[in-house]
């Protein structure tokens, strides 16, 4: 079976600050790989995916993911944060031995940009 | 613009009543789905409809009803046998479920349920 672990529940950071937020998977089949983000009280958006290809992705508000298949890792990344990232992130894992396509969510990761 | 809409964004149970959570999406996908979220716990699948007239349950049916008669509806009905329902419930959809690597799910801004 697919699982996701988000390393972190909470991650404080100061603005302008570098961050990281750390995904895990565990997949015995080809996986594909996304970010959300949800702001308070609202759906969740993507923020990016990695299908295949190039380890590295770049997604919207200047994020970007490295998927890394040794370490079964798909680490979100942002070099400078502002406070308007304050929100909770999502990894989630589609692609199953039964191919339904159906996306399994880590437990999410609070993102606390200070000023 | 195309999207999901779920209402109301709010809603209150009492003890024993059954309540139904609303959404229609515009965006000509197949394939629809809804997901609890607790806090700490990251969303968690319902049920899911791949093509009208069909639907499937996913981990934590239990206590849940759904019907899809119309592409873009798939109303979600939270029965009094759902001891714990307090939760905020967002529904999604995308293409089709086989192409959600193409695709990935597009959200509504979610309904929060309450015991009254």
């Known amino acids: 079976a697919q699982s996701v672990t988000q390393l972190d529940s909470q991650v404080p950071v100061f603005e302008e600050a570098p961050v990281e937020l750390r995904c895990n998977y565990s997949?015995?089949?080809?996986?594909?790989l996304f970010w959300y983000v949800q702001y308070p009280n609202q759906g969740l958006q993507l923020l990016l995916k990695?299908?295949?290809?190039?380890?590295l992705v770049k997604g919207i508000n200047g994020f970007e993911a490295e998927f890394n298949k040794s370490q079964t890792s798909f680490h979100l990344r942002k070099p400078s944060v502002h406070i308007s990232d304050t929100a909770e992130y999502f990894c989630?894992?589609?692609?199953?031995?039964?191919?339904?396509?159906?996306?399994?969510f880590g437990q999410g990761t609070t993102l606390q940009v200070k000023p | 613009d195309g999207g999901i809409t779920q209402s109301p964004k709010y809603l209150f149970r009492k003890e024993g009543q059954n309540v139904t959570l609303s959404c229609e999406q515009n965006?000509?996908?197949?394939?629809m789905y809804w997901y609890r979220q607790d806090p700490g716990q990251g969303l968690r699948l319902i049920y899911y409809?791949?093509?009208?007239?069909?639907?499937q349950k996913g981990d934590i049916a239990e206590g849940y009803s759904v019907s899809r008669e119309k592409k873009e509806s798939f109303p979600l009905t939270v029965t009094s046998a759902q001891k714990n329902p307090t939760a905020f419930y967002l529904c999604?959809?995308?293409?089709?479920?086989?192409?959600?690597?193409?695709?990935?799910?597009?959200f509504g801004d979610g309904t929060r349920l309450s015991i009254l």
């Open positions: 999604a959809s995308s293409i089709n479920i086989r192409r959600v690597s193409d695709q990935p799910q597009h």
């Open positions: 997949s015995s089949v080809s996986v594909y």
């Open positions: 990695y299908l295949s290809g190039s380890t």
């Open positions: 989630a894992v589609s692609g199953d031995s039964s191919n339904t396509g159906k996306l399994i």
């Open positions: 965006l000509n996908h197949d394939a």
């Open positions: 409809s791949q093509i009208v007239n069909d639907f």
